[in-house]
């Protein structure tokens, strides 16, 4: 089956500093969204970006399907950002259903 | 407002009995998943439901049913074949491009 990796598997930052994720994937997608995983549990969707590059706020991401990669950047971290963030892939083929990575752990620290 | 709601929160179990979680969207989504995360790994899709009256297997349904009756509800069972059932389980729907999660469900087996 695909293969989603994620890079770094952990991430420690100074709060005000910027980051990029990396998500990388083995196989044709069709789509590929980026999500923030609270402290809770909760996941929240940041983007939904098959190709190109999107922006909200302090975060932005670029997919570059050709390459079978996408970056997600946060700039200007704040401890709230802490958390894990997951990409999910869309198979070519494969009908709606989502494959997740192993994710980034995030930790904003003072 | 719209959104996915699961219950419980939290679920303790004793070995050998089978329960079941509750999942509910009124986003009239068509689209709805199950999936198992495990501490400090990604999701894994258990059961996914395209239509009302039709699912399919994911990657990891051994020891899992559901239904899917109503196009508002999709409940999961955890039986008692299911070896490995203490896990954090979330409920996902979609319209067609995009998902939107509920805030998951702590299943412990004591």
């Known amino acids: 089956g695909i293969q989603v990796e994620q890079s770094p598997p952990d991430l420690i930052l100074q709060e005000g500093t910027n980051s990029t994720l990396r998500c990388n994937f083995s196989?044709?997608?069709?789509?590929l969204q980026w999500f923030h995983q609270n402290p809770w549990g909760q996941l929240i969707n940041l983007f939904y970006?098959?190709?190109g590059t999107k922006q909200n706020g302090r975060l932005s991401a670029t997919t570059v399907a050709t390459e079978r990669y996408s970056l997600l950047y946060i700039s200007s971290s704040q401890t709230t950002d802490s958390g894990v963030y997951f990409c999910?892939?869309?198979?070519?083929?494969?009908?709606?259903?989502?494959?997740f990575g192993t994710g980034t752990q995030l930790k904003v620290e003072l | 407002d719209g959104g996915i709601t699961q219950s419980p929160k939290y679920l303790f179990r004793k070995e050998g009995q089978n329960v079941t979680l509750s999942c509910e969207q009124n986003?009239?989504?068509?689209?709805m998943y199950w999936y198992r995360q495990d501490p400090g790994q990604g999701l894994r899709l258990i059961y996914y439901?395209?239509?009302?009256?039709?699912?399919q297997k994911g990657d990891i349904a051994e020891g899992y049913s559901v239904s899917r009756e109503k196009k508002e509800s999709f409940p999961l069972t955890v039986t008692s074949a299911q070896k490995n059932p203490t896990a954090f389980y979330l409920c996902?729907?979609?319209?067609?491009?995009?998902?939107?999660f509920g805030s998951g469900t702590r299943l412990t087996v004591v």
């Open positions: 439901s395209q239509i009302v009256n039709d699912f």
């Open positions: 999910a892939v869309h198979l070519t083929g494969g009908g709606n259903k989502l494959t």
């Open positions: 996902a729907s979609s319209p067609g491009r995009g998902y939107t």
């Open positions: 970006i098959p190709s």
């Open positions: 196989d044709s997608v069709n789509n």
């Open positions: 986003l009239n989504h068509d689209a």
